[in-house]
């Protein structure tokens, strides 16, 4: 994380949303990628979130990207893996965070349109065959870092039904807007991909809401980081039950 230089980056655009589904939703929505192939024609050009899983040339093609993008960026002291097609497992069951960089799609440099550079370099990085920085943290923020810039979620509840939504683009310190980036370039991957989520959201809330909604089983092989949250959900209500007992 150290290397992306967020410390000293700069806000470079910030998006406010409110968006009509309660707090958890938006989260398990970020938690999966199930339904990013029909959902997020941008996202699942760059990366391989959505990738199915047991495909033996895929699988293939993906360790070739590892090795090739490791190779470039191990002299710097980063590693890039894909551990669970990029969507990391939480470490163990109540921890609060994950982080992993994980190679974007072949051709690829940035969660861009087109793949291509829309910013300079961040931080201290030399090459920008970096993958993608990707970060979460229980219970509201997560972070997808490409080596010229950054993006930020942030959910606030505002009501059962409700979730205010902050999304923060972030580029180097020095960067210069028309000279060295532009927003037209650098906003649309990740403003259609959180738009898109947020209609989910609320198509997904008016289902919860409905009275012919009956809940289902997660997937152990999609949705496993759901699962995860909620067994963090359900610990952090006992822990704070029991704070109130005693
Ligand atoms: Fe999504």
Redesign the pocket.
């Given at each position: 994380m150290q290397p992306q230089g967020l410390e000293r980056a700069k806000v470079a655009a910030a998006r406010s949303y409110e968006v009509r589904a309660n707090w958890k939703l938006v989260w398990e929505?970020?938690r999966e990628c199930w339904?990013?192939t029909v959902?997020?024609p941008q996202y699942v050009r760059a990366n391989y979130d959505n990738a199915p899983i047991d495909d033996p040339a895929l699988k293939r093609e993906i360790e070739a990207q590892v090795r090739a993008r490791s190779a470039h960026v191990e002299p710097d002291g980063l590693a890039i893996d894909h551990q669970a097609a990029g969507l990391v497992r939480f470490p163990s069951p109540g921890c609060w965070w994950s982080i992993n960089r994980t190679p974007l799609v072949s051709g690829w440099v940035s969660e861009s349109m087109d793949g291509r550079p829309v910013a300079p370099l961040m931080g201290a990085y030399r090459t920008r065959d970096v993958g993608t920085l990707r970060m979460r943290t229980m219970p509201n923020f997560w972070n997808h870092s490409s080596g010229d810039h950054s993006v930020s979620t942030r959910l606030a509840p505002a009501g059962p039904q409700k979730t205010l939504v902050q999304v923060q683009w972030l580029v180097h310190e020095d960067a210069v807007e028309g000279k060295d980036y532009t927003l037209d370039a650098l906003l649309p991957f990740w403003q259609l991909?959180s738009e898109?989520?947020w209609d989910?959201c609320a198509r997904n809330q008016a289902g919860v809401s409905s009275s012919a909604f009956t809940p289902g089983p997660y997937s152990t092989k999609r949705e496993y980081n759901v699962i995860r949250y909620t067994e963090w959900y359900l610990r952090e209500i006992a822990l704070e039950l029991t704070r109130l007992e005693t």
């Open positions: 929505n970020n339904h990013c959902n997020h991909t898109q989520d989910l």
